[in-house]
Structures are given as structure tokens and as C-alpha cells.
């Protein structure tokens, strides 16, 4: 069965491992602090390449940042990560080939393959984190776009210019349904600069009425996004994923998206490929793996 | 050359004509009024496709409400339009072929094979008129989704409930961008309830400045549209057509778009395949013509 260096590259971290072909993680999972400079961050890539590519068929990357068509390279630049890092010469680092895709594409794949969207041909992946991500899956592809770069959750929620969001642009849906958005509504609320997100969590956990509020606020919010993609795409499902998803009630959201939409029924569901379905998505798309 | 009785059915007006492979329109254009009721649409329909079906190799419909992925029936309730109208049985109207296609899918193909999308393997077509429709063309497929209802251009611009849609649900797109968006926008902003669309666009080429404001407040809300949608699908263009679309600067869409999305740079800019697109697009669509 073929294998995949799976490399997962983020703002803070960096995961390896090596999985197969069904999407299994079949080696320890070694974890690093992403350093400041490119210079850094191409040192571990290839300590990590050079240990183990000998093992494998392929280098498969899942990283931060818009991914081009021809899966080698990053478009544009990419916030959270050394200035450098978007211009990374990814197929030199390795003597075997080396496959490159967005950590929110590579996850929305995992789903599609092994989690919430199997055997869906439509589906779209939202990981509500400190940020938000989307993957798109289309006709049982991964959909890009022209240059590689779609998928971006960045649809306005106002437009009032209330919230600047981290893109730099006015009130977009991950300003509003990330954890940051969650703070960032329960402030609002409060009228209080030093709410956290787990304020609210633990507030609305133990039946608080005000922290109650702020998170119906912030789960509607998820809601009236879900609604506009539902129109647009028509899709199977939609996977909610990471850490701020296990808080919904994805039943809730069912029930209230298929009773505002104008196209067809669909489902809200949370992901099941697991914490590394970045790392897994990009191996099985790099192995070419498909539905 | 192949050619297509092409008959398109608003809740209004019932136009037909004959087009052939290069999307050219080769007879005249026949007009009716809809009429209220199933039986008398049904029999309007007999009536042009016994009088033209043995000139042609295909009948094309483009019509008002969500069709289905087998372009032979209509998905769920239309508006404006008889109630019994979505259970028509198409295919056994005429002895050729039948093929059905929602209006504005159908416009945004005659946009991407011989308009303003001509070559591009991914755009977005919005009509702005009295409501807002929608087509979508990726990887120079028409899109549809799951069952075919996709394209729907109802995603929300604000989320505290201040304008009902025509869909029933708040503050879509489309009760901002349409022409009835627009008469909205100036009840608003007048706090006259007598204001028509006529007047705004009016007062904004005479250089009125409260109309002028309202125009573009009207403006604004289409560009902060199609931010999302670029952000979302990363389209080579996105192509406004409809009676309303003459008014909009693409120019100044286009920088504004570009300067606030994290995908890359795009184009809005006016359709070209003339107000009988939708009969064109289902015609080109139903001889099987592909870019």
C-alpha cells in the first residue's frame, strides 16, 4: 500500500507523520514550534523530509496560506507565519515528489474520504477556530477556483463596517463565527474588554443567562452564514470542524438553515476525520486517493 | 446546423423564438402574457411547439424556478406564477427532445459560450432586475449542486432581521441589489414610502445628491455582494446583467472588489449576450454547446 509524509504547517505548529493509502496514521506523530524565519522553517522541513522519505511515495504538504492549481506553490502572502515562508521552493526539498494543498482543502478531503462527507459528492467544510477555514468539495472534486485560492470564508455578516476582520477587510463571517468572533460578541455584549472566549463557554455550560445570550448570538451568526452557502451551492452537508464546533447543535442548525433555504435540503453535521485530517487529507490527495 | 425552438417562461411574459448552434437568433420573437392558470400556460406551450417542432432538432425552455439535474422538471413552488406550474411534464409537450433550464442558469451559458464570460472557465452571472438570479460556471460546467437548485444569490447582508426577501427569509442579497432593493433602500432613506426606482436613478443622473447617496448606498450593497462571492469562489469574472445592471460602474466594482478580497484579482463587469440570453444560454445548453 502507498505511503505519504504528511507535513501539516501552521502558525504555531508543525505536525508530521506517515499515513496511507485509507487514510491511516501509521507512525508517531512528531510535533514542532513553527520558528520565526523561512530560513528555520525550511531547516525542519528538510530534517524531517531527509528522515523519512526513503519510507515513502510521496511529501505531502497541508499548510497555511492559498495553495496554486498546480499544487507546488503559495499564492499572494499569508498572515500568522515568517514573512518569507509563502515564496517556499516546496518540490527542491525533496528527491521524491512533493504535493502541496491548504490545510482547510486538505481537511475538507479528509472528511470527504473517510469523515462526515463520505461517499457526498457536495459538501463544504467550515473549521471554526480561532480563525475560520473552508473547504469546498464539488462534484466529488475539490473545488479551487481559477487560481487555487477558493474557498475563503470571507462573506460580509453587515455592512456597516462594525468589525474589522483579520483579512483586513469589514465584518466577514470568520470575524463573526470563529472564536474571536465569540469574544468579540460577548465584549460587545458586556461592554467588557476582558471576556474570554472561555468565559462564555463555561458560562453557557452551567446555564448563565447572559453568557446564554452571547452564545445563541454567536451560534446564529454560524447559522446565517450557513444559509447563504446553502443557497449558493446546494450542497449535501455542510461539516462543521474544529475546536469551536464541538459547541453547536448541528440538529438546530438542520432544522433552521433547511426552513430559510430556497434550494433543497441539506444537513449540518461535525467532522469526524479526526484532529490531523489536515495532515490526512493532504497524504490522500497527494496518493490521489478519490471518492 | 442544429437548431432549438427556444421558449422562455417568466411569471409576466412567455417569449419564444428559433436559435441555432452559434447561438444566433433565426426567426422572429413571439411574445404572449402569462396567463394564470396551468391549463392556459400548458396550452400556449402546445400551441408554439406544434407550430415550430418539426423546424427544429430540440425544445429548450428557459423558465423561472430551480430545475432539476435531469433538466425535465421543476424542483419545489415557484413564485409569480399559476401554483400548478412546477409539475408540468415537459418532455410530453413535444415529440422531439424537451431540455429545461432555470432562466438564469441558462443566461449566464449564453454569457460564457458567445457574452461577456466568453472563454473563462469560471464566472458568476447576476441578473439585477425587480428580484435578483443567479448562474454560476466553474471549470466551464454549469454549476447545480446536489438536485440543481444552486446559484440561489440569497445570503444574508445583515443579520438582525430588518428587511424581508421575497424568499420569506431576512435580508437576503437579493432585497438589497435588486431594483426593488433600490425603491427599499430610498423608502429608507426618505422616509417616503411613495419613492419609485424610476426616481432614484433620475435624480442620481441629474446630479440630485440625496439620490445620488441613496445610489450609492444601493452600490455598495452589490459590491459588499460580490466580495464574498469572490472570496468564496475565486472566479476569472462575475457578469452583471438585468435592467438594473446598466447603471452600476463596473470599473469602480472592480477596483473596490480587488482591494478588499484574499483571493486573487477578478473582473465585475456588464453582460453581452442581449436580453434574450436565457432563451440563447437554454438553446446553447440543450444542442449540447460547450466551450
Partial sequence: MKKALAIDVGGTKIYNTIINENGEIISEIEKRHTPKTFEEIEKIFKDIIQKYENEVDVIAFATCGAVNNSNNGILGSTGNIAEGYPKMNFTSLSKKRVFVENDANAAAWAEHIIGASKGMPYSIMITLGTGVGGGIILDNKL????????????????????????????????????????????????????????????????????????????????????????????????????????????????????????????????????????MIGAALLALGVKN
Fill in 143 to 278: 473545488y479551487k477556483g481559477k487560481n487555487g485560492a477558493a474557498g475563503e470564508m470571507h462573506f460580509k455578516m453587515r455592512t456597516d463596517k462594525h468589525r474589522k476582520c483579520t483579512c483586513g477587510a469589514w465584518d466577514c463571517f470568520e470575524i463573526y463565527a470563529s472564536g474571536t468572533g465569540l469574544k468579540l460578541t460577548a465584549e460587545e455584549m458586556l461592554n467588557n474588554k476582558d471576556v474570554t472566549t472561555y468565559d462564555v463557554i463555561d458560562g453557557w455550560q452551567k446555564g448563565d443567562a447572559k453568557m446564554t445570550a452571547i452564545f445563541k448570538k454567536w451560534e446564529n451568526d454560524i447559522l446565517e452564514g450557513l444559509i447563504g452557502l446553502a443557497n449558493l451551492f446546494d450542497p449535501d452537508v455542510i461539516v462543521l470542524s474544529g475546536s469551536m464546533a464541538e459547541f453547536v447543535d448541528t440538529e438546530y442548525l438542520t432544522e433552521k438553515v433547511n426552513s430559510e433555504i430556497v434550494t433543497t435540503p441539506t444537513r449540518i453535521v461535525k467532522a469526524q476525520a479526526g484532529n490531523y485530517s489536515g
